[in-house]
């Protein structure tokens, strides 16, 4: 299997009305598919890929992969897709063959600098009422006119039941079928750049969901080289992990190609544990470049790293890997202790407006520091990064949802503070994302919430959070993440948009997005110029 | 504690009549040091160190630590200095204080740049009669007579026992009692110095020996977040890693500062697990660059790498680690497949001189191929590294040692095959290494050999041994590593030199040698005008 740019080459592609199925699954002796009561072996190529073309599966149907394996007495297991684009029936049922074919309207879009990016992350199912993509596409007209120029959508990939932040994602090829399905998210990204809006998507390349995941099933999926937050870690360059990459590359080329996707936000990277001499990350921008080429369209790159190591947006010529932003989290953290918020667990590396100033002049904070958090020397210099490859916020979803109460900004500080942490959100020499809501003030909270179907994990999710928390609890318990109602108080409330004081807080993003848009000194993001000089003692920042 | 280039600042140190002495051991709740009866509380100092100045230890004093710590019901324990520069009685025993201070005659010394590296690897315990530094340096004018350069002395930190390749170590800072400690090496060093020849010395910062390894009563010297073929690995990046990064750059700047060696061979530096953003190896350059620049004399980091990766040898500003060079194991391999030898295990990947060919070209042979061996696309070009950033050899320690038997390349192949060997290395446009002997074709071997004294050790490295070679056995079994007379069998024999086809090798090995150094055509190391032509058909390389 070579990666082709022009078309994916695993999974279930239709092409002169014939389906092609390859699947990589180097530890199967046999593989067949079974669909609509047939069953087709597929045949072996290099490198662990088996590979089918046949005229019995048409767009619709549904089919199961049968991995047998040659040690005899265990039972071949049915499976679906690792690269399925369509579960109906759930994270275990039967894959559905689809047809990305589209009748795009976009032609003309080609996709800003990201110099220009006003980013607005948002989670389909919790920011509208419907809950879908369908939802995001009536409410462009808001992002329009507060001045909006990217959405970020929170993770879309399929995960387990209707309610779930995306991160416990395990197909990353489906799309969520509950949010629309693959279909649904073609026509909103053709909504958004009808209207001139850009679309970054998140997705997750550092682990698989905990249910629903067979993958060791196929192939070295995971190695045991690495341990991380998750467990074993994914196998980017143990034996066998040529096809892993692949996997995740077709991924990326997939979204941009087939989706029209603008940038990609890939989940903490600093999770995608790499030794390799040509990284995955690098790897990843080699083949989006070579898409963006094709098609002359251009793609992002946008990675969460939490290294503070400019290697991963460094270009190749200086040994990077290429990323073309990332997101910047100790930004938002000084910010919110120069804001008065607490300092406990990795807010007390931060002393407020000093590092505040420390960040705008410099972008890291602790570029080569003792932190005493991590208990370590962090970070190294990224002077010579200019501002556009660094994404701030005063809150995202993380940053609210990881509360014990889902708390957002607007019930922590008081309303003018709101004003002054948005304001050095859009004065600085970054990326401005801000996260749904946050534009009205939005009182409710961004909880976490999941709807596992596995009785244990999900106690052991609730124990889990209990756990994490107990030390802050005090008399609250925190929310049961498994709780429909804590999903449905996490919607945003569109009735409050044109009300009091959130009225107030609307029209002062939309004429601080216009600000910044319109004056120079704010929209070219060259640092060289800047100075910015903290007055801890008024905890005033110039 | 800060490094400081001009003075260790951990360990044991003299100065201006008082010891000082300096342990990291953020674990402890009390350290104290026991010596001549005395007992003296350490004071503690920021990040988990402990100091005390002293005149109550002298040069010649014995001492060791007695580390407390808080919890109840924990005895103890009595350690030996992490940092020792002498164990007089074996790895558990006390550490005996020492005063570095050297009266050096090699003020005019100038280590040469590496493109006039020809080295001749050695093992001080096989290599004379004596097994000692004293015997090394009776045979420097040998070395002079055969046009070598610069000797690299297999590691001589303290291990177990008298008889070991030096690869089990534990205590970094102190020279092998038997070879003759730390003023026998000075004293080596300054006579190589004085005939003109550079030492270089192995060193190994990605493991600790098995056998008296009780740094982790001091600190986090390990860490869970990987594994290596050692176990644990060492912590050179999580949390409290910075007193593990210090101890061993302060080990580097000993050797150049207090030894007066000229260049680290770092051994396997493929297991220093290291994401943080400034690699451990990048600040071991800068430091090592720092006594450079302040004592005017260059000190060269060698690394021994098997990840195909020119990062680790790139220079700062194309975001490598600075490695000056680093051994190429490839060229290796493709030789002795070009000259008949096996082709299993790692040589399957070889083809012979088409890859020979390639290594001469390129340096690395899999450079973004696919290698069966390791199923997995491996390595990336290095196209612009020079020719002095590689060290290649026909023969190495390794290569002879790990043969269950340790023959040597001599009792391999056939005499002229040696030759054309021999003239594959001096004519490449790399760094020549030879392994001792090999100038002779000396017929001993060299083989796997240890003085453990744990008896359960013992019998887990014996029977390490025949399971990894229980494939190749046949009739034989591999030689016992604990045996003295494996030991014996692998000295060199001296007596060879002078006789037979012994004394035309040597010859031979001369004259190869004199013309690689008097002809610009191979001692210019600038691979831009080469050109290696593989004729497979005929087994043959122009």
């Keep these: ?41 597929l045949e072996k190529e290099d490198r662990g890929y088996w590979f089918l073309q046949t005229n019995k599966i048409q767009p619709g149907d549904q089919y199961q992969l049968k991995i047998v394996t040659q040690e005899s007495g265990i039972e071949p297991v049915l499976r679906p897709d690792p690269a399925t684009l369509n579960q109906p029936a759930g994270l275990t049922g039967p894959s559905k063959a689809l047809d990305l074919a589209y009748a795009w309207t976009d ?6 600098d990201p110099e220009k990016f006003i980013i607005y992350e948002l989670h389909t199912g919790t920011f509208s009422h419907k809950g879908d993509f369908k ?13 909006i120029t990217a959405i970020e959508l929170m993770p879309v990939a399929q995960f387990p039941g209707g309610r779930n932040w995306g991160y416990d994602g395990v197909f990353p090829f489906a799309v969520q079928e509950s949010y629309g399905g693959a279909k649904g998210l073609q026509e909103l990204v053709d909504s958004c750049h009808s209207k001139g809006i850009a679309v970054i998507l998140d997705v997750v390349y550092n682990h698989f969901g905990p249910e629903g995941n067979h993958f060791a099933d196929f192939g070295p999926y995971f190695t045991d080289k690495y341990h991380t937050p998750w467990g074993q870690a994914i196998n980017f360059d143990d034996a066998q992990s040529d096809g892993v990459r692949s996997f995740f590359i077709e991924n990326c080329l ?6 029209h996707i603008d940038a990609l936000r890939l989940d903490a990277v600093h999770a995608i544990r790499d030794f390799s001499a040509v990284h995955f990350l690098e790897e990843l921008r080699q083949y989006t470049d070579q898409l963006s080429a094709s098609t002359n369209k251009t793609f992002y790159l946008i990675a969460e790293v939490d290294l503070n190591n400019n290697r991963y947006i460094n270009p190749f010529e200086t040994g990077g890997y290429g990323m073309h932003a990332q997101w910047m989290d100790e930004f938002h953290h000084t910010l919110r202790v120069a804001a008065g918020g607490e300092r406990i667990g990795y807010y007390s590396d931060f002393n407020g407006v000093d590092h505040l100033a420390k960040s705008y002049r410099d972008a890291y904070v602790y ?47 008081r309303f003018e503070l709101l004003k002054v942490m948005a304001g050095a959100v859009f004065c600085s020499p970054y990326l401005p994302l801000i996260f749904m809501g946050e534009e009205w003030a939005e009182t409710r909270p961004f909880q976490f919430f999941t709807s596992h179907t596995d009785p244990g994990l999900i106690e052991a999710v ?23 109602a804590t999903f449905e108080a996490s919607k945003l409330d569109w009735n409050k948009v044109g009300t009091g004081k959130h009225q107030l807080m609307l029209q002062y993003y939309r004429q601080l997005i216009s600000l910044r848009k319109n004056s120079p000194v704010l929209s070219k993001l060259d640092r060289s110029g800047l100075k910015a000089i903290a007055l801890a003692d008024q905890n005033c920042l110039i």
Tied chains: 1, 2.
Excluded at 254 to 259: A, I, K, L, P, V
Excluded at 379 to 403: I, M, T
Excluded at 462 to 477: I, M, P, V, Y
């Design 107 to 112: 032609a003309a879009w080609q996709c800003p």
């Design 1 to 41: 299997m070579k990666i082709d740019i022009q078309r994916r080459q695993i999974g279930l592609n239709f092409k002169d009305g014939n389906a092609e199925l390859r699947i990589w699954a180097p530890l199967a002796w046999q593989v067949l598919v079974l669909s609509g009561g047939t069953s087709l072996h």
């Design 254 to 259: 997939m979204w941009f190609r087939d989706f």
């Design 367 to 413: 570029d080569g520091w003792y932190s005493p958090h991590r208990e370590k020397t962090f970070g190294r210099p990224a002077l010579n990064n200019p501002g556009k490859q660094f994404v701030v916020f005063s809150q995202n979803h993380d940053q609210v949802g990881n509360r014990m109460l889902g708390e957002r900004s607007s019930s922590l500080y």
């Design 135 to 147: 939802g995001i596409a009536e409410k462009l007209d808001h992002m329009l006119a507060l001045g």
């Design 462 to 484: 609730r124990e889990g959070r209990k756990a994490e928390f107990s030390a802050f609890q005090g008399e609250q318990e925190p929310t049961d993440p498994q709780s429909l």
